[in-house]
């Protein structure tokens, strides 16, 4: 493998939808990056020509030793792992492997070749179903599933190295993050998916014959859960404040990244029909275990720490994206991997 002559920045998972939205935002900012991803979910289509690839999981050590320290990687974002929350419940041992057993051994590695930083994808399923909102950072995290709990522990394990060596790190827990780049240069391809807008929008293209509400007797306006939906875009330009943040000396943080306001169920897909001018048939369908019926962020820590500003908070413009995103996806079909 090619020594790199300036220091790089290391993004796992970085074939995959956040990840590669966040490698687009670093080859923006003229930094120079590497990624690693196993492909199970992501695409290598979505990695940059000129950007150095290597297929690999996390939880190689020789291998993750092998390229951060030849492309002299000083921090790490770290994005890999299994993100659907039903099927944590239903076979939870993939998800502490994956997303907390892997995530030891990158930082073990990371603990011995130096990195300086490292920056975390995490969750709001850390908090479960909090107490009062919007919730802050400051809440008592109770998650209900395997998912959240392995993004707890793994910040938990970070809090706790960083303690014993010179490297910080950020902690960004993400509420529902949705949309495509743009320029439709990347967006959400994986073979399954859970998030509403994503398949709203496969709907919205005549992809699905129909969508599913989950339960619509909560104790919200109209009986659907309420979420705060953030835009990809705007989630990875948070990440790259977070670096910025670290690399001039900031502490060690956790924020929320979010927008801090929600929309129904039921009112993301009227406005998927608006944009799309189409009908989508609808089916109720019964709650899923453990769906907080409301979910939004207390944005201030993030904005007043990092100095984030969002330039996509608007549900249109989220819901248009993701609508652009699975036409182009449809113009090259989406299991081409």
């Known amino acids: 493998m090619a020594s790199s002559p300036s220091s790089s920045v ?6 995959g939808y956040i990840g590669s939205h966040m490698v687009l935002a670093l080859l ?30 996390v939880g ?21 792992g299994s993100i659907i929350v039903e099927e944590s419940n239903r076979n939870p041992t993939k998800y502490y492997n994956n997303n907390f057993a892997e995530s030891l051994v990158l ?14 994808s995490s969750s709001a399923s850390v908090y479960g179903q909090p107490d009062s909102l919007p919730v802050s950072e400051t809440a ?10 392995t993004k707890l522990i793994t910040e938990w394990a970070l809090r706790d190295l960083t303690r014993v060596t010179e490297m910080r790190y950020a902690a960004l827990r993400y509420f529902n993050v949705a949309g495509a780049d743009a320029e439709c240069r990347s967006g959400e391809c994986a073979p399954v998916s859970s998030h509403l807008i994503k398949i709203a929008a496969e709907a919205a293209v005549g992809k699905r014959p129909q969508i599913s509400i989950f339960g619509e007797d909560y104790p919200t306006p109209d009986g659907t859960c309420i979420r705060d939906y953030i835009h990809v875009s705007d989630l990875a330009a948070a990440h790259l404040s977070a670096l910025e943040y670290l690399e001039h000396g900031g502490d060690s943080a956790t924020v929320n990244c979010g927008y801090g306001r929600g929309y129904s169920v039921r009112e993301v897909l009227d406005v998927v029909r608006k944009v799309s001018d189409r009908p989508i048939e609808i089916k109720s369908d019964i709650r899923r275990p453990n769906d907080p019926p409301e979910l939004v962020a207390d944005t201030r820590k993030i904005q007043e720490l990092l100095g984030w500003q969002p330039a996509n908070d608007d549900i249109e413009t989220i819901v248009s994206s993701a609508i652009q995103w699975e036409r182009k996806l449809m113009s090259f079909g989406d299991t081409d991997r």
């Open 140 to 149: 008592a995290p109770n998650p209900m599933n395997p998912y959240g709990v």
């Open 60 to 80: 190689d050590k020789m291998r993750m030793s092998e390229v951060i320290g030849d492309f002299r990687c000083e921090t790490v974002l770290h994005f890999a």
């Open 107 to 120: 930082m073990d590695v990371c603990k011995d070749a130096g990195v300086k930083h490292f920056i975390f």
């Open 28 to 57: 923006e900012a003229e930094r120079d990056v590497v990624v690693v991803d196993d492909l199970s979910t992501g695409l290598k289509r979505l990695v940059p020509d000129g950007v150095q690839f290597v297929e690999s999981k």
């Open 10 to 15: 290391l993004v796992t998972g970085g074939a």
